[in-house]
């Protein structure tokens, strides 16, 4: 029943642009951290960006910083993520993450995730 779906990708010239959506359902959306991690080929996953649950608070990795913004719409059950300013570095498969921890318990979700490559 839990579901997260990832949308949005492609491809995109460097320096273009692209707006991730991540649609959830089957949990409490506004109990649980948003987050968009990415992987490229043979490197680690790595965190991109991250929300609060009521969106009040986000972070950012130094590479995406000013380039990258986090949104989500609690009322929609949805989380975003804005690429601005792409360059190829930042190809990778692109994952949406939902994480709810405390101590005695863990909920960590995840989608399937879009590919997004940057090339000329």
């Known amino acids: 029943q839990v579901r997260l779906v990832e949308s949005g990708g492609g491809l995109v010239q460097p320096d273009g642009s692209l707006r991730l959506s991540c649609a959830a359902s089957g949990f409490t959306f506004s109990n649980y951290d948003m987050n968009w991690y990415r992987q490229a080929p043979g490197k680690e996953r790595e965190l991109v960006a991250s929300i609060t649950r009521s969106g009040g608070s986000t972070n950012y990795a130094d590479s995406v910083k000013g380039r990258f913004t986090i949104s989500r719409d609690n009322f929609k059950n949805t989380v975003y993520l804005q690429m601005n300013g792409l360059k190829p570095e930042d190809t990778a498969v692109y994952y949406c993450?939902?994480?709810?921890?405390?101590?005695?318990?863990?909920?960590?979700?995840w989608g399937q995730g879009t590919q997004v490559t940057v090339s000329s």
């Open positions: 993450n939902g994480l709810l921890q405390r101590y005695g318990f863990k909920y960590d979700y």
